[in-house]
Protein backbone atom coordinates (compact mmCIF):
# COMPACT_ATOMS: atom_id res chain seq x y z
CA UNK A 1 0.00 0.00 0.00
CA UNK A 2 1.28 3.07 -0.82
CA UNK A 3 1.45 6.07 1.66
CA UNK A 4 0.27 9.74 0.96
CA UNK A 5 3.71 10.58 -0.21
CA UNK A 6 4.60 7.94 -2.32
CA UNK A 7 1.28 8.52 -4.01
CA UNK A 8 1.90 9.54 -7.56
CA UNK A 9 5.46 8.32 -7.49
CA UNK A 10 6.16 5.47 -10.54
CA UNK A 11 7.19 2.37 -9.06
CA UNK A 12 10.75 1.94 -9.22
CA UNK A 13 10.10 -1.65 -11.58
CA UNK A 14 8.58 0.52 -13.96
CA UNK A 15 10.87 3.12 -14.44
CA UNK A 16 13.51 0.57 -14.93
CA UNK A 17 11.33 -1.28 -17.31
CA UNK A 18 10.97 2.10 -19.12
CA UNK A 19 15.08 2.22 -19.03
CA UNK A 20 15.17 -1.42 -20.25
CA UNK A 21 13.65 -0.28 -23.80
CA UNK A 22 15.98 2.35 -24.11
CA UNK A 23 14.18 5.53 -22.47
CA UNK A 24 16.87 7.93 -21.77
CA UNK A 25 14.61 9.90 -19.51
CA UNK A 26 13.90 6.88 -16.98
CA UNK A 27 17.78 6.84 -15.93
CA UNK A 28 17.32 10.24 -15.44
CA UNK A 29 14.13 9.57 -13.24
CA UNK A 30 16.81 7.07 -11.55
CA UNK A 31 19.42 9.11 -11.38
CA UNK A 32 17.60 12.08 -9.55
CA UNK A 33 16.00 9.31 -7.02
CA UNK A 34 19.25 7.97 -5.98
CA UNK A 35 22.29 10.01 -6.80
CA UNK A 36 21.78 11.44 -3.35
CA UNK A 37 22.11 8.24 -1.76
CA UNK A 38 24.76 6.89 -3.84
CA UNK A 39 27.13 9.84 -3.72
CA UNK A 40 26.34 10.46 0.12
CA UNK A 41 27.80 7.15 0.69
CA UNK A 42 30.53 7.37 -1.23
CA UNK A 43 31.66 10.03 -0.18
CA UNK A 44 31.44 9.29 3.68
CA UNK A 45 33.55 6.43 2.54
CA UNK A 46 36.09 8.31 0.17
CA UNK A 47 36.13 11.60 1.75
CA UNK A 48 37.11 13.21 -1.73
CA UNK A 49 34.19 15.01 -4.04
CA UNK A 50 36.33 13.92 -7.32
CA UNK A 51 36.50 10.24 -6.62
CA UNK A 52 32.78 10.09 -4.93
CA UNK A 53 31.69 11.76 -8.04
CA UNK A 54 33.61 8.98 -10.13
CA UNK A 55 31.65 6.54 -8.65
CA UNK A 56 28.67 8.04 -8.65
CA UNK A 57 29.51 8.00 -12.31
CA UNK A 58 30.37 4.01 -13.07
CA UNK A 59 27.46 2.95 -10.56
CA UNK A 60 24.90 4.78 -13.08
CA UNK A 61 26.37 4.06 -16.21
CA UNK A 62 26.93 0.68 -15.32
CA UNK A 63 22.73 0.45 -14.59
CA UNK A 64 21.81 1.48 -17.44
CA UNK A 65 24.71 -0.84 -19.95
CA UNK A 66 23.01 -3.66 -17.90
CA UNK A 67 19.87 -2.94 -16.97
CA UNK A 68 19.32 -6.44 -16.23
CA UNK A 69 21.07 -6.98 -13.54
CA UNK A 70 18.69 -5.71 -11.45
CA UNK A 71 15.00 -7.21 -10.39
CA UNK A 72 12.77 -7.34 -8.16
CA UNK A 73 14.28 -10.71 -6.84
CA UNK A 74 17.57 -8.37 -5.41
CA UNK A 75 15.52 -6.21 -3.10
CA UNK A 76 14.60 -2.75 -3.27
CA UNK A 77 16.28 -0.54 -5.91
CA UNK A 78 17.93 2.40 -3.79
CA UNK A 79 18.84 -0.16 -1.06
CA UNK A 80 20.46 -2.34 -3.88
CA UNK A 81 22.46 0.60 -5.34
CA UNK A 82 23.50 2.18 -1.89
CA UNK A 83 24.99 -1.41 -1.17
CA UNK A 84 26.91 -1.24 -4.62
CA UNK A 85 28.42 2.31 -4.02
CA UNK A 86 29.87 1.53 -1.02
CA UNK A 87 31.06 -1.76 -2.17
CA UNK A 88 32.73 -0.09 -5.35
CA UNK A 89 33.70 3.18 -2.96
CA UNK A 90 35.71 0.42 -0.40
CA UNK A 91 37.23 -1.28 -3.28
CA UNK A 92 38.35 2.07 -4.61
CA UNK A 93 39.57 3.31 -1.15
CA UNK A 94 41.55 -0.24 -1.07
CA UNK A 95 42.68 0.33 -4.56
CA UNK A 96 42.01 -2.81 -5.22
CA UNK A 97 40.05 -4.82 -8.35
CA UNK A 98 36.02 -4.92 -7.72
CA UNK A 99 35.67 -7.67 -4.91
CA UNK A 100 31.84 -8.02 -5.82
CA UNK A 101 30.01 -8.16 -9.07
CA UNK A 102 26.77 -6.23 -9.10
CA UNK A 103 25.39 -9.55 -10.34
CA UNK A 104 26.00 -11.13 -6.56
CA UNK A 105 24.61 -8.52 -4.92
CA UNK A 106 20.96 -9.76 -3.42
CA UNK A 107 19.22 -7.74 -0.41
CA UNK A 108 16.78 -10.02 1.46
CA UNK A 109 14.03 -7.34 1.93
CA UNK A 110 14.89 -3.36 2.33
CA UNK A 111 12.79 -0.17 2.54
CA UNK A 112 11.02 0.78 -0.51
CA UNK A 113 12.55 4.09 -1.29
CA UNK A 114 11.40 5.23 -4.39
CA UNK A 115 10.11 8.17 -2.87
CA UNK A 116 11.61 11.01 -1.01
CA UNK A 117 9.70 11.02 2.32
CA UNK A 118 10.78 7.30 1.88
CA UNK A 119 14.37 7.88 2.06
CA UNK A 120 14.10 10.61 4.70
CA UNK A 121 11.74 8.29 6.64
CA UNK A 122 14.39 5.23 6.67
CA UNK A 123 17.03 7.67 7.07
CA UNK A 124 16.09 9.37 10.34
CA UNK A 125 15.06 5.66 11.44
CA UNK A 126 18.45 4.44 10.81
CA UNK A 127 20.04 7.40 12.61
CA UNK A 128 17.84 6.76 15.58
CA UNK A 129 18.81 3.10 15.75
CA UNK A 130 22.56 3.83 15.37
CA UNK A 131 22.29 6.90 17.93
CA UNK A 132 20.81 4.10 20.40
CA UNK A 133 23.56 2.01 20.15
CA UNK A 134 26.62 2.30 22.49
CA UNK A 135 29.40 4.03 21.17
CA UNK A 136 31.99 1.47 21.07
CA UNK A 137 29.10 -0.57 18.84
CA UNK A 138 28.35 1.66 16.33
CA UNK A 139 31.91 2.62 16.27
CA UNK A 140 32.81 -1.00 15.54
CA UNK A 141 29.85 -1.70 12.65
CA UNK A 142 30.90 1.90 11.40
CA UNK A 143 34.39 0.79 10.97
CA UNK A 144 33.44 -2.27 9.03
CA UNK A 145 30.81 -0.45 6.87
CA UNK A 146 32.29 2.62 5.86
CA UNK A 147 36.20 2.03 6.13
CA UNK A 148 35.81 -1.54 4.88
CA UNK A 149 38.21 -2.77 7.56
CA UNK A 150 38.41 -6.32 8.43
CA UNK A 151 37.47 -7.81 12.02
CA UNK A 152 41.22 -8.55 12.23
CA UNK A 153 41.90 -4.67 11.28
CA UNK A 154 39.55 -3.45 13.95
CA UNK A 155 40.88 -5.59 16.86
CA UNK A 156 44.31 -4.25 16.33
CA UNK A 157 43.08 -0.90 15.98
CA UNK A 158 40.38 -1.02 18.84
CA UNK A 159 42.72 -3.48 21.42
CA UNK A 160 39.59 -4.96 21.60
CA UNK A 161 39.73 -9.29 21.32
CA UNK A 162 38.42 -10.70 17.88
CA UNK A 163 35.31 -12.04 19.60
CA UNK A 164 34.17 -9.09 20.99
CA UNK A 165 34.15 -7.33 17.57
CA UNK A 166 32.56 -10.47 15.80
CA UNK A 167 30.01 -10.23 18.54
CA UNK A 168 29.13 -6.33 18.27
CA UNK A 169 28.90 -6.43 14.63
CA UNK A 170 26.29 -9.07 14.29
CA UNK A 171 24.64 -7.22 17.19
CA UNK A 172 24.77 -4.20 15.66
CA UNK A 173 23.33 -5.77 12.53
CA UNK A 174 20.47 -7.16 14.13
CA UNK A 175 19.36 -3.81 16.37
CA UNK A 176 18.92 -2.14 12.68
CA UNK A 177 17.00 -5.43 11.55
CA UNK A 178 14.65 -5.51 14.00
CA UNK A 179 13.62 -1.85 13.92
CA UNK A 180 12.99 -2.67 10.20
CA UNK A 181 10.65 -5.66 11.19
CA UNK A 182 7.78 -4.24 11.80
CA UNK A 183 7.95 -2.26 8.01
CA UNK A 184 9.39 -5.27 6.12
CA UNK A 185 5.81 -7.96 7.70
CA UNK A 186 2.75 -4.86 6.79
CA UNK B 1 15.81 -24.99 8.43
CA UNK B 2 17.66 -22.82 10.57
CA UNK B 3 20.86 -20.66 10.17
CA UNK B 4 23.80 -22.88 12.00
CA UNK B 5 24.36 -20.72 15.40
CA UNK B 6 28.53 -21.19 15.17
CA UNK B 7 28.13 -19.63 11.99
CA UNK B 8 25.94 -16.34 12.77
CA UNK B 9 28.40 -14.19 13.81
CA UNK B 10 30.72 -14.47 11.18
CA UNK B 11 27.63 -14.39 8.23
CA UNK B 12 27.61 -11.27 9.84
CA UNK B 13 31.04 -10.18 9.18
CA UNK B 14 31.21 -11.81 5.97
CA UNK B 15 27.91 -9.83 4.44
CA UNK B 16 30.22 -6.44 5.30
CA UNK B 17 33.51 -8.27 3.39
CA UNK B 18 34.74 -7.76 7.23
CA UNK B 19 35.74 -11.82 7.13
CA UNK B 20 39.13 -12.88 6.60
CA UNK B 21 41.72 -15.47 6.68
CA UNK B 22 40.33 -19.07 7.41
CA UNK B 23 37.79 -17.97 8.86
CA UNK B 24 36.53 -16.66 5.89
CA UNK B 25 37.29 -20.15 3.44
CA UNK B 26 35.83 -22.09 6.13
CA UNK B 27 31.89 -19.93 5.85
CA UNK B 28 32.20 -20.67 2.60
CA UNK B 29 32.62 -23.82 2.07
CA UNK B 30 29.60 -23.95 4.36
CA UNK B 31 27.51 -21.57 2.16
CA UNK B 32 28.06 -23.29 -0.59
CA UNK B 33 25.91 -26.56 0.93
CA UNK B 34 23.58 -24.58 3.19
CA UNK B 35 20.91 -22.57 1.46
CA UNK B 36 19.65 -21.54 4.98
CA UNK B 37 22.83 -19.59 5.46
CA UNK B 38 22.81 -17.99 2.14
CA UNK B 39 19.10 -16.96 3.00
CA UNK B 40 20.45 -15.16 6.03
CA UNK B 41 23.56 -13.53 4.58
CA UNK B 42 21.37 -12.19 1.97
CA UNK B 43 18.96 -10.75 5.34
CA UNK B 44 22.45 -9.53 6.75
CA UNK B 45 23.43 -7.50 3.82
CA UNK B 46 19.86 -5.87 3.23
CA UNK B 47 20.85 -4.66 7.58
CA UNK B 48 23.73 -3.20 5.99
CA UNK B 49 22.46 -1.61 3.28
CA UNK B 50 20.28 0.27 6.26
CA UNK B 51 23.93 1.72 7.25
CA UNK B 52 24.39 2.90 3.87
CA UNK B 53 20.75 4.92 4.16
CA UNK B 54 22.07 6.45 7.21
CA UNK B 55 24.55 8.73 5.12
CA UNK B 56 23.74 12.60 5.08
CA UNK B 57 26.17 14.97 2.87
CA UNK B 58 25.81 17.56 0.41
CA UNK B 59 23.48 16.12 -2.97
CA UNK B 60 26.31 15.62 -5.77
CA UNK B 61 27.20 18.42 -8.75
CA UNK B 62 24.47 19.44 -11.45
CA UNK B 63 27.74 18.56 -13.57
CA UNK B 64 27.52 15.22 -12.59
CA UNK B 65 24.08 14.43 -14.06
CA UNK B 66 25.08 15.88 -17.54
CA UNK B 67 28.27 14.20 -17.28
CA UNK B 68 26.25 11.03 -16.78
CA UNK B 69 23.39 11.91 -19.62
CA UNK B 70 25.85 13.24 -21.99
CA UNK B 71 27.88 9.24 -21.35
CA UNK B 72 24.18 7.75 -21.79
CA UNK B 73 23.66 9.20 -24.87
CA UNK B 74 26.15 8.45 -26.18
CA UNK B 75 26.29 4.72 -25.44
CA UNK B 76 22.68 3.53 -27.42
CA UNK B 77 21.95 0.38 -26.97
CA UNK B 78 19.93 -2.25 -28.02
CA UNK B 79 16.36 -2.43 -25.64
CA UNK B 80 16.74 -4.86 -23.68
CA UNK B 81 12.95 -6.80 -22.79
CA UNK B 82 14.38 -9.27 -20.93
CA UNK B 83 17.00 -9.94 -18.88
CA UNK B 84 18.28 -13.21 -20.64
CA UNK B 85 21.86 -13.51 -18.43
CA UNK B 86 21.58 -16.40 -16.49
CA UNK B 87 22.96 -15.12 -13.18
CA UNK B 88 25.91 -15.79 -11.85
CA UNK B 89 26.69 -17.02 -8.30
CA UNK B 90 29.74 -18.68 -6.42
CA UNK B 91 27.30 -20.99 -4.92
CA UNK B 92 26.08 -21.47 -8.60
CA UNK B 93 29.39 -22.63 -9.71
CA UNK B 94 30.00 -24.27 -6.24
CA UNK B 95 26.82 -26.49 -6.99
CA UNK B 96 27.73 -27.38 -10.60
CA UNK B 97 31.06 -28.03 -9.42
CA UNK B 98 29.24 -30.96 -7.31
CA UNK B 99 27.42 -32.34 -9.59
CA UNK B 100 30.56 -32.47 -12.25
CA UNK B 101 32.04 -34.87 -9.51
CA UNK B 102 28.69 -36.66 -8.85
CA UNK B 103 28.60 -37.44 -12.99
CA UNK B 104 31.97 -38.33 -13.09
CA UNK B 105 31.22 -41.31 -9.88
CA UNK B 106 27.81 -41.90 -11.86
CA UNK B 107 30.30 -43.07 -15.23
CA UNK B 108 31.25 -45.83 -13.45
CA UNK B 109 28.18 -47.79 -13.38
CA UNK B 110 26.94 -48.65 -17.09
CA UNK B 111 23.14 -48.62 -16.82
CA UNK B 112 22.98 -44.93 -14.90
CA UNK B 113 25.80 -44.08 -17.31
CA UNK B 114 23.15 -44.82 -20.02
CA UNK B 115 20.16 -43.18 -18.59
CA UNK B 116 22.50 -39.83 -17.99
CA UNK B 117 23.35 -40.04 -21.84
CA UNK B 118 19.12 -40.22 -22.39
CA UNK B 119 19.05 -37.52 -20.11
CA UNK B 120 21.82 -35.17 -21.40
CA UNK B 121 20.88 -35.96 -24.85
CA UNK B 122 16.94 -34.91 -24.31
CA UNK B 123 18.24 -31.99 -22.47
CA UNK B 124 20.65 -30.89 -25.31
CA UNK B 125 17.51 -30.99 -27.43
CA UNK B 126 15.20 -29.17 -25.43
CA UNK B 127 17.88 -26.93 -24.50
CA UNK B 128 18.83 -26.34 -28.39
CA UNK B 129 15.17 -25.82 -29.43
CA UNK B 130 14.73 -23.25 -26.52
CA UNK B 131 17.58 -21.07 -27.37
CA UNK B 132 16.41 -20.84 -31.23
CA UNK B 133 12.92 -19.91 -29.82
CA UNK B 134 14.30 -17.38 -27.52
CA UNK B 135 16.68 -15.77 -30.35
CA UNK B 136 13.64 -15.50 -32.39
CA UNK B 137 11.95 -13.48 -29.58
CA UNK B 138 14.67 -11.53 -29.19
CA UNK B 139 14.96 -11.01 -32.82
CA UNK B 140 10.92 -10.07 -32.97
CA UNK B 141 11.63 -8.04 -29.67
CA UNK B 142 14.67 -6.24 -31.29
CA UNK B 143 12.73 -5.79 -34.04
CA UNK B 144 10.05 -3.68 -32.22
CA UNK B 145 11.81 -1.39 -29.99
CA UNK B 146 15.20 -0.66 -32.58
CA UNK B 147 15.18 3.11 -32.50
CA UNK B 148 16.50 3.02 -36.08
CA UNK B 149 13.67 0.80 -37.35
CA UNK B 150 11.38 2.39 -39.42
CA UNK B 151 7.68 2.23 -38.74
CA UNK B 152 5.07 2.61 -41.50
CA UNK B 153 1.25 2.76 -40.67
CA UNK B 154 -0.66 2.15 -43.24
CA UNK B 155 -3.99 4.34 -43.56
CA UNK B 156 -6.96 5.43 -46.32
CA UNK B 157 -5.29 7.47 -49.13
CA UNK B 158 -5.97 11.00 -48.41
CA UNK B 159 -6.61 10.21 -44.74
CA UNK B 160 -4.21 11.93 -41.93
CA UNK B 161 -1.67 9.92 -39.99
CA UNK B 162 -3.79 9.10 -37.05
CA UNK B 163 -2.65 8.01 -33.37
CA UNK B 164 -2.86 4.58 -32.68
CA UNK B 165 -1.54 1.98 -30.22
CA UNK B 166 -1.30 -1.63 -30.45
CA UNK B 167 -1.05 -4.15 -27.24
CA UNK B 168 -0.47 -7.43 -26.92
CA UNK B 169 -1.28 -8.68 -23.83
CA UNK B 170 -1.23 -12.79 -22.46
CA UNK B 171 -2.82 -12.11 -19.10
CA UNK B 172 -1.58 -16.19 -17.63
CA UNK B 173 2.24 -14.69 -18.24
CA UNK B 174 1.01 -10.62 -17.56
CA UNK B 175 3.42 -10.36 -20.36
CA UNK B 176 2.22 -7.03 -22.18
CA UNK B 177 3.95 -5.42 -25.64
CA UNK B 178 2.52 -1.99 -26.11
CA UNK B 179 3.82 -0.35 -29.89
CA UNK B 180 2.01 3.23 -30.43
CA UNK B 181 2.87 5.61 -33.95
CA UNK B 182 1.76 9.29 -34.69
CA UNK B 183 1.30 10.20 -31.41
CA UNK B 184 1.35 13.73 -30.68
CA UNK B 185 4.06 15.45 -29.14
CA UNK B 186 3.91 16.25 -25.04
CA UNK B 187 4.73 19.26 -23.13
CA UNK B 188 7.97 18.26 -20.81
CA UNK B 189 6.72 17.98 -17.81
CA UNK B 190 4.06 15.54 -19.19
CA UNK B 191 4.11 11.86 -20.09
CA UNK B 192 1.68 8.95 -21.68
CA UNK B 193 0.82 6.77 -19.05
CA UNK B 194 -0.94 3.26 -20.25
CA UNK B 195 -3.98 1.40 -18.07
CA UNK B 196 -4.99 -1.46 -17.93
CA UNK B 197 -8.29 -1.90 -17.57
CA UNK B 198 -9.74 -5.15 -15.73
CA UNK B 199 -13.07 -7.28 -15.98
CA UNK B 200 -13.37 -5.90 -12.46
CA UNK B 201 -12.08 -2.98 -10.24
CA UNK B 202 -10.05 -0.06 -10.73
CA UNK B 203 -7.71 0.59 -14.00
CA UNK B 204 -4.42 -0.55 -13.47
CA UNK B 205 -0.78 1.17 -14.51
CA UNK B 206 0.46 -0.54 -17.35
CA UNK B 207 3.84 1.67 -17.87
CA UNK B 208 5.07 5.41 -18.77
CA UNK B 209 6.07 6.14 -21.81
CA UNK B 210 6.92 9.10 -24.21
CA UNK B 211 7.13 9.49 -27.95
CA UNK B 212 10.25 9.64 -30.10
CA UNK B 213 10.45 12.53 -32.06
CA UNK B 214 8.90 10.20 -34.91
CA UNK B 215 5.77 10.12 -32.57
CA UNK B 216 6.66 6.37 -31.87
CA UNK B 217 6.95 4.74 -28.63
CA UNK B 218 7.21 1.00 -26.68
CA UNK B 219 6.19 -0.13 -23.35
CA UNK B 220 7.70 -3.83 -23.05
CA UNK B 221 6.39 -5.93 -20.34
CA UNK B 222 5.67 -3.50 -17.54
CA UNK B 223 5.29 -4.85 -14.05
CA UNK B 224 1.56 -6.15 -13.71
CA UNK B 225 -0.64 -8.25 -11.44
CA UNK B 226 -0.89 -11.98 -12.52
CA UNK B 227 -3.86 -13.45 -14.36
CA UNK B 228 -5.59 -10.01 -14.79
CA UNK B 229 -8.27 -10.43 -17.28
CA UNK B 230 -8.34 -7.66 -19.51
CA UNK B 231 -11.25 -6.08 -20.80
CA UNK B 232 -9.64 -3.29 -22.28
CA UNK B 233 -6.51 -1.16 -22.59
CA UNK B 234 -6.52 2.81 -22.27
CA UNK B 235 -4.23 5.75 -22.57
CA UNK B 236 -4.07 8.87 -20.59
CA UNK B 237 -1.76 12.17 -20.10
CA UNK B 238 -0.23 12.26 -16.90
CA UNK B 239 2.49 14.33 -15.23
CA UNK B 240 5.81 12.81 -15.41
CA UNK B 241 6.03 10.81 -12.38
CA UNK B 242 2.68 9.34 -13.36
CA UNK B 243 -0.69 8.66 -11.74
CA UNK B 244 -2.07 5.43 -9.91
CA UNK B 245 -5.70 6.15 -11.21
CA UNK B 246 -5.99 7.74 -14.93
CA UNK B 247 -6.60 11.08 -14.93
CA UNK B 248 -9.73 12.40 -17.58
CA UNK B 249 -10.02 12.75 -20.49
CA UNK B 250 -8.59 9.29 -21.52
CA UNK B 251 -6.80 10.20 -24.76
CA UNK B 252 -6.97 6.49 -26.40
CA UNK B 253 -8.95 3.39 -25.87
CA UNK B 254 -8.99 -0.23 -27.43
CA UNK B 255 -12.17 -0.75 -29.47
CA UNK B 256 -11.92 -4.51 -28.63
CA UNK B 257 -9.28 -7.64 -29.25
Keep these: MSSPETRGVAPDLAVVAAMRSGDQSAMAELYDRYSGIVYAVALRVLGDTGAAEDVLQEIFLQLWRNPGAFDAARGSLGAWLAVIARNRAIDSLRRRRPETDIEDVVLAVAPDLASEADRSRAAEKVRGVLGAMPPPQRSVLEMAYFEGMSHSEIATKTGEPLGTIKTRIRAGLMALRKAFATQYST | ?257
Aim: net charge neutral.
Design chain 2, 1 to 257: MSVHEQFAEDLALYALNALTGEDRVTLEQHLAACPACRRELEQLRADGALLALSTVGPKPPQRSRQRLMDAVAKETRMPVALSTRPRRSMWGFLGWAAAAAVIVFAASLWKENAALKRDVSSIHGLLDRQTAELEQARGVVDSITNPEGQHFTLVALKAPPQPQGKAIYVPKRGSLIFIANNLPKLPSQKTYELWLIPEQGAPIPAGLFKPDAHGSATVINPPLPAATIAKAFAMTVEDEAGASSPTMPIVMMSTGE
